[in-house]
């Protein structure tokens, strides 16, 4: 069913819409409707299909009633992007085209995962407002026999996505604990994801509603993986609050020790809080790593050379480092997974 919204995609702003055309109301009126009953967030199905202007008049008029509602759009044009934070006044949009689509590639192998650098480029001034995540509704299961195949793969692609700056990240449900989408659901068949279409019961979030003590060993180690890193989302103040600066163009030029390919590496670091050197290991096996750190970083993030114990904050293990401006500093990292070390 198409609705007549009674204006081009990119013409007009709302007050120029007098009066103000009925399909609004009524699609404004069933958002008030469930606001009203609770919903705090809407997520917006392909609004980049709808005009900005209806956006901008129905969402500034439920946050006038409700205003801590949030809302999140699926805007699959980069070029539009800001037009429907600004313009439209959603709060966060899904980095689909550009940080999903590069994160899968590098965790199947065919995308260097240096291309994460052009992502955040590409939105660096709206980085606040995107909204990460590696599974939702319409895409592959990661354990997905069409993705990874098997869930800790995700991981590193994971810790990039919830670590690398202060955009908000998404864990849809039963990605923490390997669910793999791989079962021929009534409408959608088996195709790599969990259908939203049928009657359908999902035994690994099943179990995990009852309960940790219902999950299997490895879908527990997968669940305590992914609640260390969101929980440094939620609760450390320099990944809250601090700074983001890639470490990948200073370190092309030692492919032995850093492969651009599969790690990727950069700071988090926050005035009085402390900085964080985080790197990712999309291989399966560990690696003992160089990771270049250039003055300029020192400068950026207030850092003092010398060797030192740093904690990964996501075990609690220590590693011993060595800080010079623009040398080498060793890391060792864990197959699929990465570090977050407090320097």
Known sequence: ?????????????????????????????????????????????????????????AIAAVKEQYPDTLFIAEVYDPSRYRDYLHRGGFDYLYDKVGLYDTLRGVVEGHRPAADITRCWQATDDIADRMLHFLENHDEQRIASDYFAGRADAGLPAFFTAA??????????????????????????????????????????????????????????ALYDRYAAITSLCTQHDTVREGGFYDLTYVNFDHPQTFDAARQYAFLRTAAGKGTLLCVANFDALPREAEVRIPAHAFDFACLEGGTREAKDLLTGKAQRVSLTPDGLTQVALPGYGGVVLEL
């Open 1 to 57: 069913m198409k609705l007549n919204y009674g204006v081009d995609y990119a013409s007009g702003h709302r007050e120029h819409f007098n009066p103000v055309p009925s399909t609004w109301q009524k699609m404004t009126h069933i958002l008030l409707h469930w606001a009203e009953r609770g919903a705090d967030a809407f997520r917006c199905d392909m609004a980049e299909m709808v005009p900005v202007a209806f956006w901008e008049y």
């Open 163 to 220: 670590l690398m700056n202060r955009a908000a990240v998404m864990v849809y449900a039963g990605e923490e604990v390997g669910e793999t989408g791989m079962e021929a659901e009534g409408f959608s068949g088996q195709d790599g994801r969990t259908t939203i279409f049928d009657y359908w019961r999902v035994d690994k979030l099943n179990r995990l509603a009852r309960g940790l003590t219902y999950l299997k060993k490895e879908e527990r």
